[in-house]
């Protein structure tokens, strides 16, 4: 089983180009991932046939904009296994669908309620929670880490208690590329009866995630990670919580009757999703899903591990390396630092040499303190990169470290 990594290069017009004379190694796929025509395609087709408002026109460009808004829901409810397409809520990325729980939350936890997450927490899935602890006076629990990066389960179950309202965690940690056990985990926290919420950002893009398997009760990611659109991402909630989810943005669209001295709300999805909402990227995020769910997402996986393999292969043989994060479930994700250098001195080598890489603290400055490294250069694989290209990265590593020695 193999992929067509050639073929599939070629649906990407981005990755074509040279930068500075050197082609273009793109090893930032956790920060965005690139837009195969396809999604480039349904956005320019949306603008240039039926760009119109949804849902509330009486002409038909209005009806099929809704059209192809509404499949666009049914895209992503099936993609991600969820009992009915109004558990899919839209919203702009996965900061916005985790605020969207957070805001819920912090009116219903009481003062000395608990909320648990982790420490390889992304800021968005990291200060949300800590927001609505101090408003409610609930209490913040952290999870602790071992030092290879794998979350601590035993600390993960003794900690959790007859008060935790709520457990957020990682799918797969940004930063260092662990994939949690979120079934076991979320299973652990239903037995207390918390409510158990997935930051999917990095998770939903390696594999399919099917939300009812999970167990969880809200699941976000985001278009742009997913080979979508940027300002567009996904918040599912289960049929029975999102149910009487407290309001979030108030405004048009949400409603149910409006008067000036009172209001009533719609129905879901609508009640969660005020305003006009960003109909191409929904469509472009859609396409997206549809492009992704046509390949053979086991070849995908095997394609990934083997760049993973081969980079930590090389990173091991590299004098003066250090792997941030080695944790026996990873995806394609490889942080290091180098001894002696700044991460930030290495990006800026490597980009001299063509090769995108993120460096700094990846959202997530307190687990850089918890494993004692101001940030690290991160290299994040995605099915469009080649064996030759983490090549070129580790070539591109020793002129770094020669010039920074
Ligand atoms: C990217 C990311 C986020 C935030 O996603 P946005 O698209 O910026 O809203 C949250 N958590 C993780 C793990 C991420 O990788």
Same mark, same amino acid.
């Given at each position: 089983m193999s992929l067509d990594v050639r073929a599939l290069r070629?649906?990407?017009?981005?990755?074509?180009q040279e930068i500075d004379g050197n082609p273009l190694v793109y090893l930032d796929n956790a920060a965005t991932t690139q837009k195969p025509q396809a999604v480039l395609d349904a956005i320019m087709a949306f603008y240039t046939q039926c760009n119109a408002n949804v849902?509330?026109? @009486?002409h038909a460009l209005s009806d099929e904009a809704t059209r192809r808004y509404e499949k666009a829901r049914d895209s992503v409810a099936h993609f991600i296994h969820?009992?009915?397409?109004?558990e899919v809520i839209w919203t702009s990325g996965t900061t916005e669908g985790l605020n969207i729980v957070a805001n819920g939350i912090a009116q219903r936890l009481q003062e000395g309620d608990e909320v648990m997450v982790t420490q390889m927490e992304h800021h968005a899935d990291l200060v949300t929670w800590q927001q609505a602890c101090t408003r409610s006076r609930a209490i913040l629990k952290v999870v602790p880490i071992h030092d290879n990066g794998a979350l601590d389960i035993q600390a993960f179950e003794d900690m959790l208690?007859?008060?935790?309202r709520l457990v957020a965690l990682p799918h797969?940690?940004? @930063?260092?590329g662990t994939v949690n056990p979120i079934k076991k985990l979320a299973a652990l926290a239903k037995q207390k009866g918390a409510l158990v919420v997935i930051d999917g950002a990095q998770g939903i893009a390696h594999g399919g995630v099917d939300v009812q398997d999970i167990g969880c009760d809200f699941y976000a990611f985001s278009g742009h990670k997913l080979f979508g659109p940027t300002g567009i991402g996904v918040l599912w909630g289960r049929g029975s919580v999102l149910e009487?989810?407290?309001?979030w943005q108030t405004g048009g669209?949400?409603?149910?009757r409006v008067s000036y001295e009172a209001s009533t709300w719609g129905a879901l999805p609508n009640r969660l999703e005020a305003g006009t909402p960003n109909i191409a990227g929904a469509i472009g995020m859609a396409a997206a899903i549809d492009w992704f769910s046509k390949l053979d997402l086991e070849a995908v996986q095997s394609h990934e591990k083997q760049l993973l393999a081969s980079a930590t292969e090389q990173a091991m043989a590299f004098d003066g390396l250090k792997i941030i994060g080695s944790a026996p479930d990873k995806i394609g994700v490889l942080s290091f630092i180098i001894d002696g250098s700044h991460p930030a001195d290495v990006g800026f080598i490597l980009d001299r040499q063509g090769i995108a890489i993120r460096t700094g603290d990846h959202c997530a400055q307190p687990l850089m303190r918890r494993l004692g490294v101001p940030g690290t250069a991160r290299a994040s694989f995605s099915l469009y990169n080649t064996l030759d290209e983490v090549d070129s990265l580790f070539r591109a590593l020793k002129k770094a470290q020669m010039m920074l020695a």
């Amino acid at each position: 089983m193999s992929l067509d990594v050639r073929a599939l290069r070629e649906q990407f017009p981005i990755l074509a180009q040279e930068i500075d004379g050197n082609p273009l190694v793109y090893l930032d796929n956790a920060a965005t991932t690139q837009k195969p025509q396809a999604v480039l395609d349904a956005i320019m087709a949306f603008y240039t046939q039926c760009n119109a408002n949804v849902h509330r026109g @009486a002409h038909a460009l209005s009806d099929e904009a809704t059209r192809r808004y509404e499949k666009a829901r049914d895209s992503v409810a099936h993609f991600i296994h969820a009992n009915s397409r109004e558990e899919v809520i839209w919203t702009s990325g996965t900061t916005e669908g985790l605020n969207i729980v957070a805001n819920g939350i912090a009116q219903r936890l009481q003062e000395g309620d608990e909320v648990m997450v982790t420490q390889m927490e992304h800021h968005a899935d990291l200060v949300t929670w800590q927001q609505a602890c101090t408003r409610s006076r609930a209490i913040l629990k952290v999870v602790p880490i071992h030092d290879n990066g794998a979350l601590d389960i035993q600390a993960f179950e003794d900690m959790l208690s007859g008060r935790t309202r709520l457990v957020a965690l990682p799918h797969v940690s940004n @930063a260092l590329g662990t994939v949690n056990p979120i079934k076991k985990l979320a299973a652990l926290a239903k037995q207390k009866g918390a409510l158990v919420v997935i930051d999917g950002a990095q998770g939903i893009a390696h594999g399919g995630v099917d939300v009812q398997d999970i167990g969880c009760d809200f699941y976000a990611f985001s278009g742009h990670k997913l080979f979508g659109p940027t300002g567009i991402g996904v918040l599912w909630g289960r049929g029975s919580v999102l149910e009487d989810w407290p309001v979030w943005q108030t405004g048009g669209e949400m409603i149910a009757r409006v008067s000036y001295e009172a209001s009533t709300w719609g129905a879901l999805p609508n009640r969660l999703e005020a305003g006009t909402p960003n109909i191409a990227g929904a469509i472009g995020m859609a396409a997206a899903i549809d492009w992704f769910s046509k390949l053979d997402l086991e070849a995908v996986q095997s394609h990934e591990k083997q760049l993973l393999a081969s980079a930590t292969e090389q990173a091991m043989a590299f004098d003066g390396l250090k792997i941030i994060g080695s944790a026996p479930d990873k995806i394609g994700v490889l942080s290091f630092i180098i001894d002696g250098s700044h991460p930030a001195d290495v990006g800026f080598i490597l980009d001299r040499q063509g090769i995108a890489i993120r460096t700094g603290d990846h959202c997530a400055q307190p687990l850089m303190r918890r494993l004692g490294v101001p940030g690290t250069a991160r290299a994040s694989f995605s099915l469009y990169n080649t064996l030759d290209e983490v090549d070129s990265l580790f070539r591109a590593l020793k002129k770094a470290q020669m010039m920074l020695a």
